[in-house]
T-cell receptor, first 114, second 112 residues
Framework: GAVVSQHPSWVICKSGTSVKIECRSLDFQATTMFWYRQFPKQSLMLMATSNEGSKATYEQGVEKDKFLINHASLTLSTLTVTSAHPEDSSFYIC??????????FGPGTRLTVL | GENVEQHPSTLSVQEGDSAVIKCTYSDSASNYFPWYKQELGKRPQLIIDIRSNVGEKKDQRIAVTLNKTAKHFSLHITETQPEDSAVYFCAASNGTASKLTFGTGTRLQVTL
């Protein structure tokens, strides 16, 4: 149980385009979902926390207009990277939680912006 | 906000030896400390966790110790095996918000 999926697993796009990444909790309802970014050989940095039906809470330094998060249901959250640029190339990982102290991670999405 | 420091950044041990990774945190409200193992290109996997009302927890070859007063916690891996080679991250959370702050990671290499 507690499986989280992400789609796509990897994506290559041209600079200036937008990319949408989906995060789904397959066998449970997630009250909270988290989005992380991980640059090569670095740690996971929390970008934002989202609760179903409400606006996401962004971490300091993360542009909410550039990284749009929609948590439309208890099993789906999406991250849209708008007007992507090469510096946005990274490994994006989501996690889903049913209760405090619990996070189930998705497999990650590798974004490459040319 | 919370700040988690992790040492060492790289660690090389021979198979069968022990490995110790140390983390310190800054927020005294943190009360949950998980450890994750991440292989290249994969998701982090929870390997062990400890809550602030416990000083030590063990699961087979893996143990975690917590010193709340000093605000540090450590991961101990005994009888290391080549498959233990990976990047290990510590993290801290105040529980209520579930928000995790990760350490900088330790690349563990177990050599034959």
């Amino acid at each position: 149980g507690a499986v989280v999926s992400q789609h796509p697993s990897w994506v290559i796009c041209k600079s200036g385009t937008s990319v949408k990444i989906e995060c789904r909790s397959l066998d449970f309802q997630a009250t909270t979902m988290f989005w992380y970014r991980q640059f090569p050989k670095q740690s996971l940095m929390l970008m934002a926390t989202s609760n179903e039906g409400s606006k996401a809470t962004y971490e300091q330094g993360v542009e909410k207009d550039k990284f749009l998060i929609n948590h439309a249901s208890l099993t789906l959250s999406t991250l849209t990277v708008t007007s992507a640029h090469p510096e946005d190339s990274s490994f994006y990982i989501c996690s889903a939680s049913r209760k405090p102290r619990e996070q189930f991670f998705g497999p990650g999405t590798r974004l490459t912006v040319l | 906000g919370e700040n988690v420091e992790q040492h060492p950044s790289t660690l090389s041990v021979q198979e069968g030896d022990s490995a110790v990774i140390k983390c310190t945190y800054s927020d005294s409200a943190s009360n949950y400390f998980p450890w994750y193992k991440q292989e290249l290109g994969k998701r982090p996997q929870l390997i062990i966790d400890i809550r602030s009302n416990v000083g030590e927890k063990k699961d087979q070859r893996i143990a975690v110790t917590l010193n709340k007063t000093a605000k540090h916690f450590s991961l101990h891996i005994t009888e290391t095996q080549p498959e233990d080679s990976a990047v290990y991250f510590c993290a801290a959370s105040n529980g209520t918000a579930s928000k995790l702050t990760f350490g900088t990671g330790t690349r563990l290499q177990v050599t034959l």
